[in-house]
Every structure is written in structure tokens, then in C-alpha cells.
């Protein structure tokens, strides 16, 4: 079975993890977030760039192999993705912003990028939307208080909509956008609730289903099988095993294994 590790600088890249677990259930999962320095989007790209090398040398000295690598955060993909892929030889999936499905998909011609600071400011940002929506109005949106929020849903099941729809007024999206694009995988974990505050006509997108069909080719691909061999095997196998891994102390889940304390400043 293959072994699939999500990365994330918290418990956003959960949200991509259910499309590829849905994807893939045969498969084994390790989730790894480094909540030490959650959120990313305020992070510099040197720091991103030096924990993702951190976490090659983990990789590395772990005794089971990892087939698939996944950078389920937009940030650290737009920002150490490349020089990532340059550290190993594991297959490296990135998550970047939705910008081409949204722009097509758009009547309006007129778009929304939610993302974080780091993500929306970035070149790589710039470079999809010059090359996939040069026709569209793309207004940019910057918010690291959702991320909070959706940590705090996550893990206590509670959300402050107050604090919520506050967030969304003061992020003032413009009535003429017809979609808005979830560039940070923490937006999907309150998409309902995000849903419930904007305006109707805006359909929220993200790049979680595109992903778990990346990673399912590149894993056909790679072993060598056709993909009505792997569907068949997903469904003789309903489920593989998860391991859940942090950088910080992090409260345990009601049914879900302990999270295991990792260190990714003295690699």
C-alpha cells in the first residue's frame, strides 16, 4: 500500500487530506503540521524554505519510505516548492490557489482571491493569474484571522461567528465577483459557515479534489499499474493506517490516534 504524508503548518491541509484519503482509503497517512510556527502566511520564505529541508532529513531518517510527498499549504508551496523538489527524489505535490478553474468558470469575468499575506503577495500568485485569468477582474483578499478561526473550529468543534462575519465585513468583498477562491486550505474547514456569510451569488472554490487527483495519477503512474487496477484495490481495502505528527504540543482528538511530538529545529 502506498504511503502518503500531508504537510501542513497546521490542520488545514485536513481538508485536502479528505480528498485524497476519499481518493485513496487503501492507502497509508502521515499528518505532519508544524503548529510551532502556524500560521506560515507570516512566516519568510527562508524560514518556510529551511523547515520543509527539516523535514526532508526527517523523511529521511524514518524507516518506513514515503512514496508521495503533499504541500497541502498554499503558502509553503508558492514559497519553497521548487526548492523542495530539489532535496529528494520523492514525488512532491504542491497546492496552489484555483485561479484557472475560477476564471473559467467565472460569468462575470470578475474573481476573488482569499488567501494569506505570503500567498497573495507572492510572484507565483501573480504568475497564475497573468496566465489563467488575464481576462478576469481578480481583487485580492488577505486574511490569517480565518486561519485562526478555522484552527479553533477544528480542534473544539466551537466557532466565534461573531469574530467571523466581523472578519467578513471588514474583508469587504465586492458584490460583482461571482467566485472566490479558497487560496489557503484552513478556508475549506469553515466553508459552510464561510458560505452562510457572503453573499449567495459568490461560489467558493478551492484546489482539494484537483490535488487528490493529481496524487492519485502520479501514484498509478509511478507503480506502474492502471487505474482501474488501483480503484479495484480501494475497494478491497477499505482503509490503511494514519499517524498524526507536530512540531507543537497539541490537544488529542476524541478517536483519533495520539499526535507524536517531532523536532524540525535541529535538523
Known sequence: ???????????????????????????????????????????????IQQRLAALIKWIDREQRPVDIIVIACNTASTYAL????????????????????????????????????????NIYTQQLIQQFANECRVDL?????????????YWSGNLDRKQLV???????????LDHLVLGCTHFPIIEKPLSESIPESITLIDSGTAIARRVYTLLAKDSAVEEDEVQAECLRIK??????????????LVGRPEIKLINLDQE
Do not use: C
Open 82 to 121: 521548487g526548492a523542495t523538489r530539489q532535496l529528494t527524489s520523492i514525488p512532491i505535490v504542491g497546492v496552489v490557489p484555483a485561479i484557472k478553474p475560477a476564471a473559467s468558470a467565472s460569468r462575470a469575468k470578475h474573481i476573488g482571491l482569499l488567501a494569506t499575506p505570503a500567498t497573495s503577495r
Open 166 to 176: 466581523a472578519e467578513i465585513n471588514q474583508l469587504n468583498f465586492s458584490p460583482e
Open 1 to 47: 500500500m502506498p504511503h502518503i504524508l500531508v504537510f501542513d503548518s497546521g490542520i488545514g491541509g485536513t481538508s485536502v487530506l479528505t480528498h485524497i484519503s476519499n481518493a485513496l482509503p487503501h492507502a497509508d497517512y502521515s499528518y505532519v503540521m508544524d503548529n510551532q510556527l502556524l500560521p506560515y502566511g507570516l512566516q519568510s520564505q527562508q524560514t
Open 239 to 252: 482503509h490503511g493506517t494514519m499517524n498524526w505528527y507536530a512540531t507543537a504540543q497539541q490537544a488529542r
Open 141 to 153: 483578499y488577505q486574511s490569517t484571522k480565518l486561519v485562526e478561526l478555522a484552527e479553533q473550529f
